[in-house]
């Protein structure tokens, strides 16, 4: 293991686990869908692997079940987004067939209207964050435009802390028990006042000098 | 495990002759364009229809029958092989999202008696799509036509002078490059080159009401929000962003072209400058 990937695996021990980068997933839909007034918000989070798009949070109109759902990347409105990194903003979307077929089977909600804009951070597209059936009390205009390119720019750096963390739980999880241990006592050393972990740190200190030492028996 | 995407080769463009000019040759370059005192709107397009001129609509494929679309004068999409080559094939598909057909639609209705022709690029997923777009660009510039109307763009920097050394060589053949500008804080591509056109949103309703930008990378801001556009299945939507505010500037490029068909990239830069709404020159 190298050290780049011992740093990444500790740091996942002490970061935060799965249920709560979910949370924070929510948290972004949820924020999505206030700032609009939105029926209902998602995302979609692109899986380079398999070259699918997943879906991954909702807020509102849909189902919850259907979270972990793939679908090819170049599939309907989210594909395209993803795609050529445009945002794009679409009405009467009941008037397209098969956009509520697609749409239905994977958020199980129809929109009549859809915001979608592109997670970009730095090269990398990250995924689609959905905003279904905003209010249609004020027209769309460039205003909402520039706010969800500034929301979606956060949204991004959330999502790329998200899947660091991800990628180092992984490398965590690969390397069998070795870097495990090291992470389970970051973590708890972490989770230790400062009284008790002075202690601790002397300890470690120690281990780490007779580690460092050419001692031979 | 995923392969990584092939690297595209180089462009390689036509060969380069050597440049200078003779003192007996500077009265053969004479300019074949009669400017008149003020360039005006009414000059640039007034009466233009957009005959004669070929525009390519580099996006989702168009949908061929839709009644705001028409007639299309070809289609080809690019696929990658599963050996990693680019291939060029008829179209039989039409559009896979509708983007393209909302594209190929405003500029019908700016331009209504231009030729469109659909070069489908994206469709096959989100891996490959960057070489797909380059190769798709290549093949377009290499096919002479007038406008090329590309809404879409990529923020991986290992295509950007690739793409670069592409819209200067359409710029050099007299092909138009009209490309959807970001409206988020990200670097992506053609778009900020300077070699092509590059189009933002403006709010107001009027198709050929356009501006010029004088705090650039972005040049110009055309109709791109609240647009009534053709979509898949024959229907119709409203639809906003860059990527339908681009398709306005093609068509009004389109319109130019039609009139002027001597004008070089450049010339037709100057004059939707000179004619554009907050310069002076727009009745």
């Known amino acids: 293991?190298?050290?780049?990937?011992?740093?990444?695996?500790?740091?996942?021990?002490?970061?935060?686990?799965?249920?709560?980068?979910?949370?924070?997933?929510?948290?972004?839909?949820?924020?999505?869908?206030?700032?609009?007034?939105?029926?209902?918000?998602?995302?979609?989070?692109?899986?380079?692997?398999?070259?699918?798009?997943?879906f991954e949070a909702v807020a509102g109109e849909g189902s919850d079940s259907l979270i972990g759902t793939r679908f090819p990347s170049s599939t309907g409105v989210a594909g395209w987004v993803l795609v050529t990194r445009q945002p794009l903003i679409i009405d009467d979307l009941e008037q397209d067939p098969r956009h509520a077929r697609e749409t239905a089977e994977s958020t199980g909600y129809v929109p009549k209207a859809m915001m979608s804009v592109p997670l970009l951070h730095e090269e990398r597209a990250l995924g689609v964050l959905n905003v279904l059936d905003r209010s249609q009390s004020v027209e769309f205009s460039l205003g909402q435009m520039e706010l969800l390119g500034l929301f979606a720019n956060q949204a991004a750096i959330a999502l790329d802390l998200l899947q660091r963390a991800r990628h180092a739980r992984a490398v965590l999880t690969r390397s069998g028990g070795d870097a495990g241990v090291i992470a389970r006592i970051a973590s708890a050393l972490e989770d230790l006042d400062d009284e008790q972990r002075e202690p601790v740190l002397r300890l470690l200190g120690a281990l780490d000098d007779v580690l460092r030492t050419d001692v031979s028996f | 495990m995923a392969q990584p995407e092939q690297k595209p080769e180089r462009y390689t463009g036509e060969t380069l002759p050597a440049w200078s000019l003779p003192a007996a040759a500077s009265a053969e370059i004479g300019i074949g364009v009669e400017w008149p005192e003020r360039v005006t709107r009414e000059w640039a397009l007034g009466g233009s229809t957009g005959a004669g001129i070929r525009v390519c609509i580099l996006d989702s494929g168009v949908q061929p029958d839709h009644p705001l679309v028409g007639p299309l004068e070809g289609a080809v999409a690019l696929r990658k092989t599963e050996e990693g080559e680019i291939v060029v094939e008829d179209d039989t598909e039409g559009d896979l999202c509708g983007h393209g057909t909302a594209?190929?639609?405003?500029?019908?209705?700016?331009?209504?008696?231009?030729?469109?022709?659909?070069?489908?690029?994206?469709?096959?997923?989100?891996?490959g799509s960057g070489s797909v777009l380059l190769e798709g660009l290549r093949w377009a510039i290499g096919q002479g036509f007038g406008v090329i109307n590309m809404s879409l763009s990529t923020t991986k920097k290992q295509f950007s002078g690739l793409l670069h050394e592409l819209a200067d060589s359409a710029y050099f053949r007299r092909t138009v490059l009209v490309a959807s500008a970001h409206n988020m804080p990200v670097e992506s591509y053609p778009?900020?080159?300077?070699?092509?056109?590059?189009?933002?949103?403006?709010?107001?309703?009027?198709?050929?009401?356009?501006?010029?930008?004088?705090?650039?990378?972005?040049?110009?801001?055309?109709?791109?929000?609240?647009?009534?556009v053709p979509w898949i299945g024959g229907t119709r939507i409203r639809s906003s962003g860059n990527s339908f505010a681009t398709p306005h500037m093609s068509g009004i490029c389109t319109l130019i072209l039609a009139k002027h068909p001597e004008l070089t990239p450049f010339q037709l830069k100057s004059v939707l400058y000179l004619t554009a709404s907050n310069v002076g020159g727009a009745e």
């Open chain 2, 103 to 127: 594209c190929a639609g405003i500029v019908r209705s700016v331009a209504p008696d231009c030729s469109l022709f659909s070069v489908r690029v994206l469709g096959a997923g989100f891996k």
């Open chain 1, 1 to 54: 293991m190298t050290d780049q990937n011992l740093e990444a695996a500790v740091s996942a021990g002490v970061m935060s686990a799965e249920s709560e980068h979910r949370a924070l997933l929510q948290s972004i839909v949820e924020v999505a869908r206030a700032i609009f007034s939105a029926k209902a918000a998602s995302i979609f989070l692109h899986d380079e692997d398999s070259d699918e798009l997943v």
């Open chain 2, 191 to 228: 778009w900020r080159f300077s070699s092509v056109i590059s189009v933002g949103s403006h709010e107001e309703t009027d198709p050929l009401t356009f501006f010029y930008n004088p705090s650039p990378p972005v040049e110009f801001f055309a109709r791109g929000v609240n647009v009534e």
